[in-house]
C-alpha cells in the first residue's frame, strides 16, 4: 500500500535554514502537502504543490518536489523558535473509494535552538 | 465562519466504558474525514462519510467502532467497550468536495482520548 517516510527529527539554530525531507509511493498522488502541528494542536495546512510542479514558494517556505524519485522536502528560511512543531508530509490517494483520503508520514520533530 | 469543531477535547473513559466524540464540520463542508494519531506516530485515516453515507471505512477497526454523520447534527466516532489501545488524539477533518484540490482538508483540534 501507500506509504509516506520522513526522518522522526532535525535539529537547527534559530536563524539558519530547516529542510525536512519526505519520500511517498503513489505516483498517481495529485497534491502532496504539508502540515505543522504543535503541541497538543490540530494540523495546520502550511502549503502543498501539485504533482505537475517541481517547485512552489511562499514567503520563508519552499517546497521542492521530484516526482522521478518520489522526493518531497520543505525548506524553511530563517528558521525561528516559533517554527518549532512537529511537519507533517501527506499524499492524497486518488483512486476508487479512497478518493481525497490523505495518507500521513509519521512527522518531523523541529527543534530550533536560539 | 469557525472552523471544524470538535469536541470534547479530552475524554477519559476506564476499560469497557463507551467513548463518544463529536465533529462540527466547517460551514458549508459536506465531507467528514476521521483520522487517529496514535503516540509518537502520524495520523491514521479511520473513516470517510458525506452526509447520511459511510463512503469508505476502510481504516476503521470492525469491531467496536462506528460512525455516522447524520442529516443534522454533527459527526459521531463511537467506541464502544474501549481498552487502553483506543487511547489516542482523533482528529476529523472536513472539505467541501471530494474531487483533489487544492485545499488540504481543514482539521479540528482533535480530542484526545485516554483510556485507564
Known amino acids: 500500500g501507500e506509504d509516506v517516510e520522513q526522518s522522526l527529527f532535525l535539529s537547527v539554530r534559530e536563524g539558519d535554514s530547516s529542510v525536512i525531507n519526505c519520500t511517498y509511493t503513489?505516483?498517481?498522488?495529485?497534491?502532496l502537502y504539508w502540515y505543522k502541528q504543535e503541541p497538543g494542536a490540530g494540523l495546520q495546512l502550511l502549503t502543498y504543490?501539485?504533482?505537475?510542479?517541481d517547485m512552489k514558494q511562499d514567503q520563508r517556505l519552499t517546497v521542492l518536489l521530484n516526482k522521478k524519485d518520489k522526493h518531497l522536502s520543505l525548506r524553511i528560511a530563517d528558521t525561528q523558535t516559533g517554527d518549532s512543531a512537529i511537519y507533517f508530509c501527506?499524499?492524497?490517494?486518488?483512486?476508487?473509494?479512497?478518493?481525497?483520503?490523505?495518507?500521513f508520514g509519521k512527522g518531523t520533530k523541529l527543534s530550533v535552538k536560539p | 465562519n469557525a472552523g471544524v469543531m470538535q469536541n470534547p477535547r479530552h475524554l477519559v473513559r476506564r476499560r469497557g466504558q463507551e467513548a463518544r466524540l463529536r465533529c462540527s464540520p466547517m460551514?458549508?463542508?459536506?465531507?467528514v474525514y476521521w483520522y487517529r494519531q496514535l503516540p509518537e506516530e502520524g495520523l491514521k485515516f479511520m473513516v470517510y462519510?458525506?452526509?447520511?453515507?459511510?463512503?469508505?471505512e476502510s481504516g476503521m477497526p470492525k469491531e467496536r467502532f462506528s460512525a455516522e454523520f447524520p442529516k443534522e447534527g454533527p459527526s459521531i466516532l463511537r467506541i464502544q467497550q474501549v481498552v487502553r489501545g483506543d487511547s489516542a488524539a482523533y482528529f476529523c477533518?472536513?472539505?467541501?468536495?471530494?474531487?483533489?484540490?487544492?485545499?488540504?482538508?481543514?482539521f479540528g483540534s482533535g480530542t484526545r482520548l485516554t483510556v485507564v
Open positions: 477533518a472536513s472539505s467541501p468536495q471530494v474531487q483533489p484540490t487544492s485545499d488540504g482538508y481543514t
Open positions: 503513489d505516483s498517481s498522488s495529485t497534491y
Open positions: 504543490i501539485f504533482s505537475n510542479m
Open positions: 501527506a499524499e492524497r490517494e486518488n483512486y476508487g473509494g479512497s478518493q481525497g483520503n490523505l495518507i
Open positions: 460551514k458549508g463542508h459536506s465531507h
Open positions: 462519510l458525506q452526509k447520511e453515507n459511510i463512503i469508505d
